[in-house]
């Protein structure tokens, strides 16, 4: 069974750009959330989808958004890019939401 | 809101050892609770999950501890290894949405 794949892996930007980055769930499973990790915050929730619905999001700007396809697929999406958005950005799948999340490697993403 | 605590920060041990590490968090309410194991630059691989009904779960040579009237969880490493070497992080579950500690970076030495 193929695990949580999440492209690209490394993303670089400068600011003002925006960025897409695209997480395909383990088969089967419905709940998909982002996560933003950095060294001085640690990690921190962004959004979790569940039947394309968003179901919670975390104390973010409006630059970040996200969706979730029919098919469970799930994208994040960041506009106007700051310095500070600098991050691993990881995207979890688990069945309804609340049970054993499986994570991706995640997207490195460098803002210049 | 939820805050989650891991002590210590840091762990540096020889092999052989047993260790525990520590996991606070302020709101009792939680689903469940889980132990993850992060490599550098890797994603997170969950380790143990307990649900906010039981008190332990084991795995191998892991075994955590849920005590939620204390707001406190552990996870105890028997027999240490230098593959044990990474970062162990503990999350609280929300609603549809967990809460991570700063994690606690393990070292174990050969």
């Known amino acids: 069974k193929a695990g949580v794949t999440q492209t690209p892996r490394y993303l670089i930007k400068t600011r003002g750009q925006q960025v897409t980055l695209s997480c395909s769930p383990i088969?089967?499973?419905?709940?998909v959330s982002w996560y933003q990790q950095t060294p001085g915050q640690g990690l921190q929730f962004l959004f979790e989808?569940?039947?394309?619905?968003?179901?919670n999001k975390g104390n973010f700007p409006g630059r970040f958004s996200g969706r979730q396809f029919s098919n469970s697929r799930s994208e994040m999406n960041v506009s106007t890019l700051e310095l500070g958005d600098s991050a691993l950005y990881l995207c979890?799948?688990?069945?309804?939401?609340?049970?054993?999340?499986?994570f991706g490697s995640g997207t490195q993403l460098s803002v210049l | 809101k939820q805050e989650v605590t891991q002590i210590p920060a840091a762990l540096s041990v020889p092999e052989g050892e047993n260790l525990v590490l520590n996991c606070s968090f302020t709101?009792?309410?939680?689903?469940?609770l889980q132990w993850f194991r992060q490599d550098p630059g890797k994603g997170l691989t969950s380790l143990l999950l307990?649900?906010?009904?039981?008190r332990e779960q084991t795995s191998g040579r892991l075994n955590a501890s849920l005590d939620k009237s204390s707001g406190r969880s552990t996870l105890y490493i028997a027999a240490s290894q230098p593959g044990d070497s990474a970062t162990y992080l503990c999350?609280?579950?929300?609603?549809?949405?967990?809460?991570f500690g700063t994690g606690t970076r393990l070292k174990v030495l050969a």
């Open positions: 709101d009792s309410a939680i689903y469940n």
């Open positions: 979890a799948s688990s069945q309804q939401g609340a049970e054993k999340l499986f």
């Open positions: 307990i649900q906010s009904s039981q």
């Open positions: 999350a609280a579950s929300g609603t549809y949405k967990y809460i």
């Open positions: 989808y569940f039947s394309e619905t968003q179901r």
């Open positions: 088969s089967g499973h419905r709940s």
